[in-house]
């Protein structure tokens, strides 16, 4: 055995001499039976082990392990004298390994990853004839799957992990990841493929690990063909976008500036453009808090305000895309400056500058989220005119001229941002494969773009329009958009079903999302079922299931995850419906307050507003209209300068209530006025109170005679009013509808509708006091 490892050990022509399947094939033939087999399966179980360059010390470790005096195990069949001539060889090899800079060792690990590729490419024989078995297959496996073949099913993998996260396990992922390892150990993609898996998974600690693992993987092979110049600003750039999906502000940051700073010393443009996306959409989701990490606020003209900070840090980088003059940067930047708009108030770009000269604040109408929007949709949907074509052309073989034919000059791209339909958009270095996924990517953005719109015609009081929007997304994009988007899809469309149509429409919605995406961790989605589910606890006065949907609700928001501020809010806002349904008016008042105050520091206006009529809220539940007024006069001022119109309309309901508390006969001519709105587009909660809070008013400031000459006018409110709240499962406030409503048909003398009434009235007791 001796003699036989010192041949084996002496120096070749080169490192691939003898090849991996001639070493197997000798080891079987020299060792008895049984052993070459044994020797065999150990030489192909270590080189399976590589998986990046730090293994390679491992490895050395073992073999040292062999030198010692003692070892026990399956190595003490072949352990050398540490003075023997194999055991210095061990040694010297070692030790040489040992003194080796960490380059150098990258190059060995692609040296022996060339060398197993060579045994690859000679057939899978060449892997399984130690153990007698083929390659593992997998479902898009076959048993002898080439190299090439398995690159491509990987390069399709990667790009479909967005779009299909959710519809299978994370098990099937891995499955997925075990076969193509198993038959290609040393394809650098695999831990790609599952660190994509891992992060659309939520498991940010795999996902990680298994990035640097690829790019530790990768290491070698850049710096053997000379080329380095983009792996280590690519490798930067990959682990500040997956911070920014994570939501970790300080990781992103620290990334994304090592990747300017690499970026800019190679010369690298286009990592420099991908470093300005990132950021953008790391600024348009961060909370304003973070604002200090992404910049010096403390500087000279800064603003004075986080979010103001942001967004000046937004509209930056967009203006260097134009001035760069691309016009993918350029969408990108419309995109995520629509999405900053809808949480946070935005101020005209040159409003600093006319504050420092004394002249008039400009107006801000120009600037809304539905506008922004809109902006944002008509940038990617140029932007996809151009790109699409391209892509068609490229797959296509250009035409060739006849021949004698003058060549024709190049068409121009023209004086505009955007280049023509039949001009390429992207780099001439892009192989078709790249252009195809880059179409792709711009369709996604169209979709996301969609997404937005519906989000700000919510907002503006149009939540047909919202519903449509989203019913396109999930129509017209099913084979481009992303999984999450797909989610908050659905998500929109179950709270638009739950406002108009009831629980049961967002039941429909949502069991359709869980069967498209049954393994889905989406967060719009979880959050949007919560939500549901608080409001069917408070409404039926359950305070103990409230309280504790809204902990679970707050628990989606990760603590580390900076971008998570407006669904802390929400939880905290849910939090303080359930203390007033609870009647623990003093802790829902200190909630509302300090939650109030963390929304303006953060430019959430419409947040703010939000919290100012829960305040109204709590002070007209412990009886006291006079301290509600205030709040909410105020919240109906900020919500028209907001352009909130379902906000503002919401207010006017809570100002006509107090107001008429308080005696005032002129309340009911703002709520009037906020009638076409309120019944048309307003959730069924803000419109049940609309309607008792009409009839309220109406028998306040009707005479006797007035009532009995036209008493419709009082009790088709109210019996509205019931319904909805009926719907809403809020069998007490319709009890009370309807209690009313009986009193009006005694004074006026129906008798045969009173009894119709104060049965129903008996029926929504009785389930009031069920739930109790």
Same mark, same amino acid.
């Given at each position: 055995?001796?003699?036989?490892?010192?041949?084996?050990?002496? +120096?070749?022509?080169?490192?691939?001499?003898?090849?991996?399947?001639?070493?197997?094939?000798?080891?079987?033939?020299?060792?008895?039976?049984?052993?070459?087999?044994?020797? @065999?399966?150990?030489?192909?179980?270590?080189?399976? %082990?590589?998986?990046?360059?730090?293994?390679?010390?491992?490895?050395?470790?073992?073999?040292?392990?062999?030198?010692?005096?003692?070892? @026990?195990?399956?190595?003490?069949?072949?352990?050398?004298?540490?003075?023997?001539?194999?055991?210095?060889?061990?040694?010297?090899?070692?030790?040489?390994?040992?003194?080796?800079?960490?380059?150098?060792?990258?190059?060995?690990?692609?040296?022996?990853?060339?060398?197993?590729?060579?045994?690859?490419?000679?057939?899978?024989?060449?892997?399984?004839?130690?153990?007698?078995?083929?390659?593992?297959?997998?479902?898009?496996?076959?048993?002898?799957?080439? =190299?090439?073949?398995?690159?491509?099913?990987?390069?399709?993998?990667?790009?479909?992990?967005?779009?299909?996260?959710?519809?299978? =396990?994370?098990?099937?992922?891995?499955?997925?990841?075990?076969?193509?390892?198993?038959?290609?150990?040393?394809?650098?993609?695999?831990?790609?493929?599952?660190?994509? !898996?891992?992060?659309?998974?939520?498991?940010?600690?795999?996902?990680?690990?298994?990035?640097?693992?690829?790019?530790?993987?990768?290491?070698?092979?850049?710096?053997?063909?000379?080329?380095?110049?983009?792996?280590?600003?690519?490798?930067?750039?990959?682990?500040?976008?997956?911070?920014?999906?994570?939501?970790?502000?300080?990781?992103?940051?620290?990334?994304?500036?090592?990747?300017?700073?690499?970026?800019?010393?190679?010369?690298?443009?286009?990592?420099?453009?991908?470093?300005?996306?990132?950021?953008?959409?790391?600024?348009?989701?961060?909370?304003? +808090?973070?604002?200090?990490?992404?910049?010096?606020?403390?500087?000279?003209?800064?603003? +004075?305000?986080?979010?103001?900070?942001?967004?000046?840090?937004?509209?930056?980088?967009?203006?260097?895309?134009? &001035?760069?003059?691309?016009?993918?940067?350029?969408?990108?930047?419309?995109?995520?400056?629509?999405?900053?708009?809808?949480?946070?108030?935005?101020?005209?770009?040159?409003?600093?500058?006319?504050?420092?000269?004394?002249?008039?604040?400009?107006?801000?109408?120009?600037?809304?989220?539905?506008?922004?929007?809109?902006?944002?949709?008509?940038?990617?949907?140029?932007?996809?005119?151009?790109?699409?074509?391209?892509?068609?052309?490229?797959?296509?073989? =250009?035409?060739?001229?006849?021949?004698?034919?003058?060549?024709? +000059?190049?068409?121009?791209?023209?004086? @505009?941002?955007?280049?023509?339909?039949?001009?390429?958009?992207?780099?001439?270095?892009?192989?078709?494969?790249?252009?195809?996924?880059?179409?792709?990517?711009?369709?996604?953005?169209?979709?996301?773009?969609?997404?937005?719109?519906?989000?700000?015609?919510?907002?503006? @009081?149009?939540?047909?329009?919202?519903?449509?929007?989203?019913?396109?997304?999930?129509?017209?994009? &099913?084979?481009?958009?992303?999984?999450?988007?797909?989610?908050?899809?659905?998500?929109?469309?179950?709270?638009?079903?739950?406002?108009?149509?009831?629980?049961?429409?967002?039941?429909?919605?949502?069991?359709?999302?869980?069967?498209?995406?049954?393994?889905?961790?989406?967060?719009?989605?979880? %959050?949007?079922?919560?939500?549901?589910?608080?409001?069917?606890?408070?409404?039926?006065?359950?305070?103990?299931?409230?309280?504790?949907?809204?902990?679970?609700?707050?628990?989606?928001?990760?603590?580390?995850?900076?971008?998570?501020?407006?669904?802390?809010?929400?939880?905290?806002?849910?939090?303080?419906?359930?203390?007033?349904?609870?009647?623990?008016?003093?802790?829902?008042?200190?909630?509302?307050?300090?939650?109030?105050?963390?929304?303006?520091? %953060?430019?959430?206006?419409?947040?703010?507003?939000?919290?100012?009529?829960?305040?109204?809220?709590?002070?007209?539940? %412990?009886?006291?209209?006079?301290?509600?007024?205030?709040?909410?006069?105020?919240?109906?001022?900020?919500?028209?300068?907001?352009?909130?119109?379902?906000?503002?309309?919401?207010?006017?309901?809570?100002?006509?209530?107090?107001?008429?508390?308080?005696?005032?006969?002129?309340?009911?001519?703002?709520?009037?006025?906020?009638?076409?709105?309120?019944?048309?587009?307003?959730?069924?909660?803000?419109?049940?109170?609309?309607?008792?809070?009409?009839?309220?008013?109406?028998?306040?400031?009707?005479?006797?005679?007035?009532?009995?000459?036209?008493?419709?006018?009082?009790?088709?409110?109210?019996?509205?009013?019931?319904?909805?709240?009926?719907?809403?499962?809020?069998?007490?406030?319709?009890?009370?509808?309807?209690?009313?409503? !009986?009193?009006?048909?005694?004074?006026?003398?129906?008798?045969?509708?009173?009894?119709?009434?104060?049965?129903?009235?008996?029926?929504?007791?009785?389930?009031?006091?069920?739930?109790?």
């Amino acid at each position: 055995m001796g003699y036989m490892l010192l041949r084996y050990a002496k +120096p070749g022509d080169s490192l691939r001499q003898p090849s991996l399947s001639e070493l197997l094939a000798t080891l079987q033939a020299d060792l008895p039976a049984g052993a070459g087999a044994w020797a @065999g399966s150990v030489v192909t179980e270590q080189l399976r %082990a590589l998986a990046c360059p730090d293994d390679l010390f491992t490895l050395f470790a073992e073999l040292g392990s062999l030198t010692e005096r003692g070892s @026990g195990g399956a190595g003490a069949l072949i352990a050398p004298e540490p003075s023997s001539a194999l055991g210095m060889f061990l040694r010297h090899r070692m030790l040489a390994f040992h003194l080796l800079q960490y380059e150098r060792t990258c190059q060995l690990f692609t040296d022996l990853r060339a060398y197993c590729d060579a045994a690859q490419h000679a057939g899978p024989y060449a892997w399984g004839v130690a153990r007698g078995t083929p390659w593992r297959s997998g479902p898009e496996l076959g048993p002898e799957q080439d =190299p090439a073949a398995l690159a491509m099913l990987l390069h399709r993998r990667l790009g479909a992990v967005p779009r299909e996260a959710g519809k299978g =396990p994370p098990s099937a992922a891995g499955a997925l990841v075990a076969d193509i390892r198993a038959a290609a150990p040393l394809l650098s993609q695999v831990h790609l493929l599952e660190a994509r !898996a891992a992060l659309y998974a939520g498991d940010a600690a795999t996902a990680v690990t298994a990035l640097h693992r690829h790019f530790d993987y990768t290491g070698g092979a850049s710096s053997k063909g000379g080329n380095d110049k983009g792996r280590l600003q690519t490798a930067l750039l990959s682990l500040g976008a997956w911070h920014v999906q994570l939501g970790h502000v300080q990781g992103a940051v620290l990334a994304l500036n090592e990747a300017v700073r690499v970026a800019q010393q190679h010369g690298d443009h286009t990592a420099l453009a991908h470093v300005l996306a990132a950021l953008m959409r790391l600024l348009a989701t961060a909370a304003p +808090p973070a604002a200090p990490a992404l910049g010096d606020a403390r500087a000279p003209g800064a603003p +004075p305000t986080h979010h103001l900070h942001l967004l000046r840090l937004i509209r930056r980088c967009l203006k260097r895309g134009e &001035e760069l003059r691309l016009p993918h940067l350029v969408a990108y930047g419309r995109l995520a400056l629509a999405h900053f708009a809808l949480a946070h108030r935005l101020e005209p770009p040159d409003a600093h500058l006319r504050a420092e000269r004394g002249l008039p604040a400009p107006e801000t109408g120009a600037y809304l989220p539905l506008v922004e929007a809109g902006r944002a949709h008509r940038s990617v949907a140029r932007l996809q005119a151009a790109a699409m074509p391209a892509a068609a052309l490229l797959a296509a073989e =250009p035409p060739t001229a006849p021949p004698g034919a003058q060549p024709q +000059p190049a068409r121009p791209g023209g004086p @505009g941002l955007f280049p023509p339909a039949t001009s390429p958009v992207f780099q001439n270095d892009m192989n078709a494969g790249s252009r195809e996924a880059a179409a792709e990517m711009v369709e996604g953005a169209m979709a996301s773009a969609h997404l937005l719109r519906g989000a700000a015609w919510r907002r503006s @009081g149009a939540p047909s329009l919202a519903a449509a929007a989203a019913l396109a997304h999930l129509a017209v994009y &099913e084979d481009v958009a992303s999984a999450e988007d797909r989610c908050l899809a659905y998500a929109q469309l179950a709270v638009t079903a739950v406002e108009r149509q009831g629980y049961a429409a967002a039941e429909r919605v949502l069991d359709a999302a869980d069967e498209e995406f049954p393994f889905a961790s989406s967060v719009p989605l979880r %959050a949007t079922r919560l939500g549901i589910a608080h409001s069917r606890a408070v409404a039926r006065r359950d305070a103990h299931a409230a309280t504790r949907v809204g902990a679970v609700l707050c628990s989606l928001a990760p603590p580390d995850d900076a971008t998570s501020l407006p669904l802390r809010l929400e939880a905290e806002a849910r939090n303080v419906e359930a203390l007033i349904a609870a009647g623990r008016l003093e802790d829902a008042h200190t909630a509302a307050s300090a939650h109030f105050a963390l929304c303006l520091d %953060a430019g959430m206006q419409d947040e703010a507003v939000r919290m100012l009529l829960l305040l109204a809220d709590v002070h007209a539940a %412990a009886g006291l209209p006079a301290a509600a007024l205030p709040y909410a006069l105020t919240a109906r001022l900020h919500a028209q300068q907001s352009h909130a119109d379902l906000l503002a309309a919401d207010a006017s309901v809570r100002v006509a209530a107090a107001m008429g508390a308080l005696g005032d006969r002129t309340a009911m001519a703002s709520l009037r006025a906020e009638l076409p709105l309120l019944l048309g587009a307003a959730p069924a909660l803000a419109r049940a109170r609309a309607q008792l809070t009409l009839a309220e008013g109406l028998l306040a400031t009707a005479s006797a005679a007035q009532l009995a000459a036209d008493p419709d006018r009082v009790l088709q409110p109210l019996e509205a009013a019931a319904a909805l709240f009926e719907g809403l499962e809020d069998w007490r406030s319709a009890a009370a509808a309807l209690h009313l409503a !009986a009193v009006v048909c005694q004074t006026v003398r129906r008798t045969a509708q009173r009894n119709a009434v104060a049965a129903g009235f008996c029926r929504m007791s009785a389930r009031a006091e069920a739930c109790c």
